[in-house]
């Protein structure tokens, strides 16, 4: 069993920057990809970046260039650095792991002001 405690959401304006963090506990081996999603309001939830084992990473065309994911293996945790955040930004943000199955957080909210 793998449990993913979120942190770090907030109100920030347009322009600003938040970084979150997802600490994975439990059974955490073989873990093989951690990464963040995000669902607004009336909207489905959607990828926002992934990152493997192995280091690769993965993001959405909307986050590229602004978002950037990184993990620290050592302590199960990922991070998502959210630099030039958008209103369009604002979104429940979930942590995400396989471990061949799919685990999720219980979701930190974003909100970006304009």
């Known amino acids: 069993q793998v449990q993913l405690v979120e942190s770090g959401g907030g109100l920030v304006q347009a322009g600003g920057s938040l970084r979150l963090s997802c600490a994975a506990s439990g059974t955490t081996f073989g873990i093989s990809v951690m990464g963040w999603y995000r669902q607004a309001p009336g909207k489905q939830r959607e990828l926002v970046a992934t990152i493997t084992s192995g280091g690769s990473t993965n993001y959405a065309d909307s986050v590229k260039g602004r978002f950037t994911i990184s993990r620290d293996k050592a302590k199960n945790t990922v991070y998502l650095q959210m630099n030039s955040l958008k209103p369009e930004d604002t979104a429940v943000f979930y942590c995400?792991?396989?471990?061949?199955?799919?685990?999720w957080g219980q979701g930190t909210q974003v909100t970006v002001s304009s």
């Open positions: 995400y792991a396989r471990r061949g199955y799919d685990m």
